[in-house]
């Protein structure tokens, strides 16, 4: 059965593809195919581990299975602990060599703990289902798939490759400065970058991602002056703190629109008193109709483009905030940390391009740009302001996220193709 499934896999592939590549790319191309099933029981391995950002040992135990992976292969692997964190910590494996150095991104944690009720790998077909098969176990395996079709083909011999996967992509350890120290270091001695999150499919088409939104987190408080509501808008009481709380998120909603710029409140309570627990995640209130409210809290986040953007639009709302109505007060506050953009750039482009290229040459389809709004932040913008990166070079599937995520196992043979062909030509400076 695998002989015929492998078949099959490269019948798939035109001849004409085949005539264009290389022979040692069309060892690569083969041996992906030839190692499918070996991918896909891995893949059912790891996911049947619950690696959720706070299972600690979960993390671990998924790091040793890429240990395992990559050592026969050459690297260098080690682990570098991040307990000051909160958090489990990072693989970092270096394969050295003479080319140009190639950093692969990826995590090993995913958003489902182990108290979650969808915990197994299941298969129908060449659909499977499973927590973070897609984000991002389904990108490692497709690293692990590219690198042994490189070592088969001997592109890996010389090649100059760093893999980076983070264990708590899905929620940042604090502090963020910390957490992601290693990681930037490796961006900033890298050549290029290349993100394993999922691949961006719209319809039949795939896409590629050259930019991704940033994501952080902001908590506004407002304050007024509380007593018997017949006085409400007064001189003596003002507005109170829920009118503030309007006037701000209305602002927000009216003076700041722009292309490629959100900014959800996702939970918000208001009343005397109101509070917030120490997560930031649940909110407390009380009072009653004939009192103006003394304390309001909401809760959101805010997603940019670009650097420039984002510190504009902070700027901006905080002269909305500034403008209090009479006898009221209030403060915006942004969290610490939280994920920079991956901004679109000529360098990202040009990534794309030599992409698109082993994709003529494989005879698949060229990928176009991708909308970063469609798109939620991820561990390349670590990197992005210091090393031309793409990223979604990972599986295609849905549901990321949520129970029921999917995968197209198929996808692992073109994704793993691409990227053994692409690594192998960044490395070796080849087009």
Partial sequence: MRLILAALLLMALPAAARAQSSPTEQTMMQTVVNEHDRHIALLERMVNQNSGTLNLEGVRAVRDMVRAELEPLGFEVRWVDMIETGRAGHLIATHAGRGRNILLIGHLDTVFEADNPFQRFERDGARAVGPGIGDDKGGVVVIISALRAMQAAGTLDDANITVFLTGDEERIGSPAAVARRDLIEAGRAAAFALEFENLAVDGEADFGTIARRSSSNWTLTTSGRTG????????????????????????????????????????IAGGTPAAIDAEGFNVTASGKTNIVASTAIARGDLRTLTREQDERIRAGMQTIVADHLPRTGAELVFAEGGYPPMAPSEGNRALLARLNAVNRDLGLPEMAEYDPARRGAADSGFVAGDVDTLGGLGVSGGGAHADGEWVDLDSLVRQSQRAAVLISRLSLGSD
């Fill in 228 to 267: 018997h509501s017949s006085g409400v808008f007064n001189d003596t009481l003002g507005y109170g703190a829920i009118y503030e709380m309007a006037r701000i998120l209305d602002g927000f909603r009216r003076d700041l629109p722009e292309p490629n710029l959100t900014y959800n409140v996702g939970v």
